[in-house]
């Protein structure tokens, strides 16, 4: 992945001390001239250097690095920066791990040659006999639902606000590689659950990790109507065979109920004019808007049960019905802000439907 040579600015990474549980951190941090934003990380085009702690590391240590700086909520840049070194160091070598930080990269910088090769990689190491077999298949999976996503055909237009008709009706390319895709990522989650050897620490991580992919994926809203459902169409599908509402981790849970709303708006934005939509959602939902209705002492529960109802009230088709599902929504929202009146998020939503803060 090259960076331009004419980029006017750089921003470093270092290590704190040496070893792959440190931190990789940012020394300087660069804007444009324009950028008000006062939470921005940064957003001027920049070159990112590592320090010689981390570049003198072990290819699966800077992986590591890579995904503990992901779970800091660090810059992009870096995240990506560290996964290209990580493959850059595999050079030749034909492994899991290689194909691994290949396709976190190709997730990272949008790049679909990426994919394709993590593709051939994890085919690759499978064809020659391999221990982690359900590894390996869900990298497969992933490369090849990432290959389909970062196909321009099936991007929008990017120069179009609105779709016209016919890019609303606009088809999958390489549906059937999408297809194989979503189906090995499914085999892989079904082949770990049913492990012995994995604890279920392990498995809850590698559930969330997938609904992340898939959010990641949906929230590209260059995608056409048709892949973004398809992709949440295979998600919910998980979330279902995999989350327990009862008992599963909470954190999963919640990643679950995310991934209910990103279908449900999803499933309305494909059928906007079918009369039972808000009856299909509100029936293929139950269950996650049962669990949030008894979380009403979450607050994150509560945004997201309101954010889940407000779908609701613009598509169900009885008037009545549709009202208590906006009005639950509010109440939902109050609740929130009663549990934190310090979230402004909250307070901004309430005022944007207007109702009393």
């Known amino acids: 992945m090259s960076q331009?040579?004419?980029n006017s600015s750089k921003?470093?990474?270092?290590l704190s001390s040496a070893g792959p549980s440190k931190r990789a951190r940012t020394i300087s941090t660069d804007h444009t001239p324009?950028?008000?934003d006062k939470h921005c990380k940064g957003c001027a085009s920049g070159e990112i250097l590592l320090s010689s702690d981390i570049t003198s590391l072990s290819a699966e240590e800077i992986i590591?690095?890579?995904?503990?700086e992901e779970a800091d909520g660090s810059d992009r840049p870096i995240v990506s920066e560290l996964y290209e070194t990580a493959v850059k160091k595999f050079a030749d070598q034909k492994t899991l791990s290689h194909a691994w930080a290949l396709l976190r990269l190709g997730e990272y910088v949008d790049y679909e040659e990426y994919a394709t090769m993590a593709v051939a990689m994890a085919k690759g190491v499978m064809a020659e006999g391999v221990q982690e077999e359900a590894r390996a298949v869900m990298i497969g999976g992933r490369a090849r639902v990432l290959g389909v996503c970062l196909?321009?055909?099936?991007w929008r237009d990017p120069e179009e606000d609105e779709m016209?008709?016919?890019?609303e009706q606009k088809a999958i390319v390489n549906k059937k590689e999408l297809e194989q895709g979503l189906g090995e990522i499914s085999r892989a989650l079904k082949m770990v659950q049913s492990s012995n050897s994995?604890?279920?620490s392990d498995k809850a991580n590698l559930i969330a990790s997938t609904l992340a992919f898939f959010s990641t994926r949906y929230q590209r809203h260059s995608l056409i109507n048709a892949l973004r459902l398809v992709i949440m169409d295979s998600a919910l599908s998980m979330i279902t065979t995999h989350i327990d509402w009862d008992s599963s981790d909470s954190g999963l849970r919640t990643a679950g109920c995310r991934i209910?709303?990103?279908w449900a708006i999803a499933r309305s934005e494909s059928m906007p004019d079918a009369e039972d939509v808000g009856e299909q959602i509100e029936s293929r939902l139950a269950a996650v808007l049962k669990y949030l209705e008894s979380q009403s002492t979450d607050c994150t529960c509560c945004k997201l049960r309101a954010q889940l109802l407000i779908v609701l009230s613009g598509v169900v088709s009885d008037e009545d019905r549709a009202m208590d599902a906006f009005d639950s929504a509010v109440e939902a929202l109050q609740q929130a802000h009663t549990l934190d009146p310090e979230d402004q998020d909250i307070v901004s939503q309430l005022e944007d439907l207007g109702a009393e803060v």
């Open 4 to 6: 331009s040579e004419n």
């Open 11 to 14: 921003r470093q990474a270092e």
């Open 34 to 36: 324009d950028c008000q």
């Open 64 to 68: 590591s690095l890579a995904e503990q």
């Open 151 to 154: 196909k321009q055909d099936n």
């Open 164 to 167: 016209d008709e016919d890019q």
């Open 198 to 200: 994995d604890s279920n």
């Open 260 to 262: 209910a709303i990103w």
